[in-house]
């Protein structure tokens, strides 16, 4: 079993950033994974804002390019979402999630349904 534990949401006004983070741990967990970030915002589908491979390949939506950069620590079993300018429409709440299947982070953005382990949730508003 995997658990993750997000942390660092908050409010922010636009313009301004955050930094995301999510810790993993659990006997089945490898720093083989891929690990990624998805939001949902009220009445709108989950996107897949970022993923990272366990060699730092890494893939964003559109919408992040350019503004949010994804990290990972393998020795503190933590990926990071750095959100920079954040803007109106950045508000959702972010899940962290992981998973074991070697495939590419492009795949693990855009094919949430096949992940298999997902975190709480950490709220971010912007305004």
């Known amino acids: 079993h995997v658990q993750l534990v997000e942390s660092g949401g908050g409010s922010v006004q636009a313009g301004g950033s955050l930094r995301l983070s999510c810790q993993a741990s659990?006997?089945?967990?490898?720093?083989?994974?891929?690990l990624g970030w998805f939001r949902q915002a009220p009445g709108k589908a989950r996107e897949g804002v970022a993923a990272?491979?366990?060699?730092?390949?890494?893939s964003y939506a559109t919408s992040a390019e350019g503004r949010f950069t994804i990290s990972r620590d393998n020795a503190k079993n933590t990926v990071y979402l750095q959100m920079n300018n954040l803007k109106l429409e950045d508000t959702a709440v972010y899940y962290c999630?992981?998973?074991?299947?070697?495939?590419?982070?492009?795949?693990?953005?855009?094919?949430?349904?096949?992940?298999?382990?997902w975190g709480q949730g950490t709220q971010v508003t912007v305004s």
């Open positions: 990272i491979q366990s060699d730092d390949t890494d």
């Open positions: 659990g006997h089945t967990y490898k720093r083989s994974f891929t």
């Open positions: 999630a992981a998973d074991p299947g070697f495939y590419g982070p492009g795949y693990f953005r855009t094919h949430g349904s096949e992940i298999q382990y």
